[in-house]
Each structure stands twice: as structure tokens, then as C-alpha cells.
């Protein structure tokens, strides 16, 4: 059980470095292009940061632990929404671009209607669903490499034309090195998370939708903050709405394409399977909070914040009490 935990820490650490260096990379690569924050954040440094729940939520498919990898998902989207952005906002509300924030939003409801539709029907998510989420990822990247070509040099109102340091051989390597830790960190946290998790125990789904999805949602947590520290709260935002968007159509797409599954039952709630009572309603209740404000009043409220950190505080309470 020590050796578990030591080395489920060690993945935890290897997947905050890795995420970190491949971020760096990511990010001095596309400011070489000179694209705006925003973007960037919902793109190349969502793309980044989501890796860890990719790597995760793949090699668990493939082990045939389904459960960690349909938990993964869900519970960092809501990890990120209800815990990352709260704080964020909390701490230091602001304006924000609906127009930027219009496509990666869209694409994402879209996304959790067919998950929440296949879920709520034949509860099996085949091959083809993972299919069709992988392609909804392919339509977003297309949109808004498009919407990149017509705002690339163009700097976002309030931001500064961004600037890239060292060289871009460095850059690769982040990403190179960043990549390898990535994938180190992932199996550790894999392996150990199942044996912690039949110890204490606790259902695998359990332990996937709040330590797991929070270990796989720190390097949000680091770009959030970092972002906040500097004055950049747009590329936080960013990176916390694509990388929600890329837990549904990428990493869940990816993982049920290479091991289709079904959708875990470890616990009822009203009678029904809790996936279907609890986690999928509160993922997307967390997703209106965050957005719905941005959208319509083009602006983040410190309110808004405190709501979304009790409602994850309730619901791990809730998880942990099932």
C-alpha cells in the first residue's frame, strides 16, 4: 500500500512536469505565429494540458478499466469547471470575448448531447460514438484554424503582440520531453490509483472522478494560476473551456474508439445508476454556470465563482457518501 501511494505521488509529479514543459513549448511555438491568447489558450495550451487525461483514460481503456476512463473525463471537466475556473474567477472576475469563446462553447454542448444522448439510451459507447466524438475534434480544430488564419498577428484587445523566447529546437524539446513524462506519469497514476482503490476499498469510478481527475486537471490548475499571477486571465479561461471541450471529444473519443465500454455503475442514487443522476447533470450544470455569464453579459462574476466551488465541494461530498 506505501509503495502504491509513493508511487502514484511520482505519477502525479511526472504528469504536472510533463504537462508544464509541454505547455512551455506548446506556447512559445504558437507565439512564434503570433496568435492571440485566447486562442491559444483554447487550442494549443488546452491540447497540452489535456494530455494527461488522454494518456490516462487510454491506457485504462485498453486495461479494460472503462470505469477510470469514463470518470477521468467527466470528472475533470468538472474538476476544471467547478474547481479551477471557480477559483479563478473568484479570486478575479473579469470581462471576456463572447465571440471567442462562441465556438469552443458551442462545440461542446454539441459534444455532450450525444454523449448524454448515448448514455441515457443504450448506455454502451461503441466505436462509432468514439468515432463521432474524434470527428466533432477535428470540425472544432478546422473552425478555429480557420479563425486563427484570420486573427494570427492581429493581438487581442488589452494584450500585447506576444513574444517568443529561445530557440524553437528547445521548444521541440519541451514538447518531446514534456510528452515522455506525460506517458511515464499516466501509467503510474493508472496502475496505483486501481491498487490504492482496491485496498480502501472505494469503487475504481470513485477514485476516477475526484483524486484521478484532479491529478490529471493540475496542469490546468498551474496554467490558471500562472495566468492569473501574470494578468493573462484570458488565456485561463481559454485553456479551461478547450480542454473541457477536448475531455469529451478527445480523450473520451480516443478512449472509446481503442476499448469500447459501458457506462460504470458503482453506485445508485433515486433508484437509478448515479452516473446517470448525478455526474452527467452536474457536469453539465457546472458548464452553463461558467458560460452562460460569459456569453450573454461579457463577463465573469465573483458570485458566479463561489456557486460553482460549493457545488464541487457537494458533489465530492456527495461521491464520497454513495
Not at 233 to 242: A, F, K, R
Request: glycine share 10%.
Amino acid at each position: 500500500m506505501t509503495t502504491a501511494v509513493i508511487l502514484f505521488a511520482i505519477g502525479l509529479l511526472c504528469l504536472i512536469k510533463g504537462g508544464d514543459w509541454f505547455v512551455d513549448g506548446a506556447v512559445n511555438i504558437a507565439h512564434r505565429f503570433a496568435v492571440p491568447e485566447l486562442l491559444v489558450g483554447a487550442t494549443v495550451v488546452s491540447i497540452g494540458t489535456t494530455l494527461p487525461e488522454v494518456m490516462v483514460s487510454t491506457t485504462s481503456a485498453l486495461g479494460g478499466h472503462g470505469e477510470i476512463a469514463y470518470g477521468n473525463a467527466i470528472g475533470s471537466v468538472i474538476c476544471n469547471a467547478a474547481l479551477i475556473a471557480a477559483v479563478t474567477i473568484a479570486v478575479r472576475p473579469g470581462k471576456v470575448d463572447p465571440k471567442t469563446l462562441k465556438t469552443p462553447v458551442i462545440f461542446f454542448f454539441s459534444a455532450a448531447a450525444v454523449y448524454a444522448a448515448v448514455a441515457y439510451t443504450t448506455g454502451y459507447f461503441s466505436r462509432w460514438v468514439g468515432g463521432l466524438l474524434l470527428g466533432i475534434f477535428a470540425a472544432y480544430m478546422l473552425v478555429t484554424i480557420r479563425q486563427i488564419k484570420h486573427t494570427a498577428s492581429v493581438p487581442a484587445k488589452g494584450e500585447d503582440a506576444p513574444e517568443a523566447g529561445g530557440s524553437l529546437l528547445k521548444d521541440l524539446g519541451l514538447l518531446a520531453a514534456g510528452a515522455v513524462l506525460i506517458a511515464v506519469g499516466a501509467k503510474l497514476l493508472v496502475d496505483n490509483g486501481i491498487l490504492i482503490a482496491r485496498e480502501l476499498g472505494v469503487p475504481e469510478s470513485v477514485i476516477a472522478l475526484t483524486f484521478i481527475a484532479l491529478g490529471t486537471s493540475l496542469p490546468e490548475l498551474v496554467t490558471a494560476v500562472t495566468s492569473l499571477v501574470k494578468g493573462h486571465g484570458s488565456l485561463s479561461l481559454g485553456n479551461v473551456v478547450g480542454a473541457n471541450l477536448f475531455n469529451l471529444v478527445l480523450v473520451c473519443g480516443a478512449s472509446i474508439a481503442l476499448a469500447p465500454f459501458h457506462i460504470p455503475q458503482s453506485a445508485v442514487l433515486f433508484g437509478r445508476n448515479a452516473a446517470l443522476v448525478l455526474e452527467l447533470p452536474v457536469m453539465l450544470l457546472v458548464m452553463l454556470l461558467l458560460t452562460v455569464p460569459a456569453l450573454k453579459k461579457g463577463r465573469l462574476y465573483r458570485g458566479q465563482g463561489v456557486l460553482m466551488l460549493l457545488a464541487y465541494g457537494a458533489f465530492c461530498a456527495v461521491q464520497f457518501t454513495l
